[in-house]
């Protein structure tokens, strides 16, 4: 049997993907699931691609949980997993002004503390071995804000600086951390976040809203995450790996753009695509002209 792998939130989206590919590749993986349920449609897409998936039932936003799921894991690889890619999350969707202190708080949980809890769990036997990686998935979120995304965007920037720290620290340990930030893919996580949209009403965002909630249903239309598996191998597999894998075309080109752009004029860009911001009255000109031609054809 490979090296063992634990892969958190392993029932859909990335997770489920990624450890699927790694039991393909020969890794021992071993995914958490917060309930029984989910855990069946990991065993069931792990059985239908021919591989073998072990779980462990664990809410990486409870402490205890975890360390209770940690410690099993501990027994079932005989002191502790090689390697966690650390995926569970969400995306808590909304205005900054709209979004609750308790929802704030559940989405730097889930995205932020998690993360750090797990790494401090299985770090005394990778360091003990001096042998280990810690694979951290992030987003292009994480280098390139959006309106409507503040928290989620704080999660993944905060995750990245304690991915830094992490790295620089557990390196004269044979530790390797890595930062995944993959762009947007066909996952779930865009329609259950869709859920989570702040009370509309009396919002001043409304318009907004409306328009955010007609792209978040159409996220399930975007490609398979493939290619974050493939960057997730890689991380595993190189002797020494990336420091950080930008993955997606959509990914490389925001994070360019971002670079590139007077904050100013970024700023501007991104109000006028969730209708925050009206084009100049000549770009509107021009548009609503070449709408009329399209519309009379």
């Excluded at 936003?61 to 997993?81: K, L, N, Y």
């Excluded at 955010?212 to 960057?231: D, H, Y």
Aim: net charge positive; aromatic share 6%.
């Amino acid at each position: 049997m490979g090296k063992s792998v634990v892969v958190t939130g392993a029932t859909s989206g990335i997770g489920l993907a990624t450890a699927i590919g790694l039991a393909e590749s020969g890794y021992d993986v071993i995914g958490t699931a917060r309930t029984a349920e989910s855990a069946g449609l990991l065993v069931e897409a792990a059985e239908a691609a021919g591989v073998k998936v072990r779980y462990v039932l664990c809410d990486v936003a409870d402490a205890t949980s975890t360390v209770r799921a940690f410690t099993e894991i501990a027994t079932m690889t005989g002191g502790g997993p090689w390697a966690v890619v650390n995926n569970a999350g969400f995306a808590q969707p909304g205005a900054i002004e709209d979004v609750s202190d308790e929802a704030a708080r559940a989405q730097l949980e889930v995205n932020l503390i998690a993360p750090a809890r797990i790494a401090r769990l299985v770090l005394p036997a990778m360091r003990q071995r001096r042998d280990g990686r810690i694979i951290n998935i992030s987003s292009v979120s994480g280098r390139v804000t959006l309106p409507f995304v503040g928290w989620y965007a704080a999660s993944k920037r905060g995750l990245e600086g304690v991915t830094d720290a992490l790295r620089i620290e557990v390196a004269k340990f044979g530790v390797r951390v890595v930062l995944i930030q993959p762009g947007s893919y066909g996952t779930p996580i865009w329609q259950r976040g869709l859920q989570l949209l702040p009370d509309r009403t009396g919002s001043a965002y409304k318009q907004s809203y409306d328009l955010a909630g007609e792209v978040m249903n159409r996220a399930s239309e975007l490609s398979p995450p493939t290619p974050v598996v493939k960057a997730v191998r890689k991380a595993l597999a190189a002797p020494r790996p990336k420091d950080r894998y930008l993955v997606g075309f959509d990914a490389h080109s925001a994070a360019a753009v971002e670079a590139l752009l007077p904050t100013r004029v970024s700023d501007y860009a991104k109000g006028a695509a969730v209708g925050l911001r009206q084009p100049p009255p000549v770009l509107a000109a021009i548009l609503a002209r070449l709408t009329r031609r399209r519309t009379s054809r």
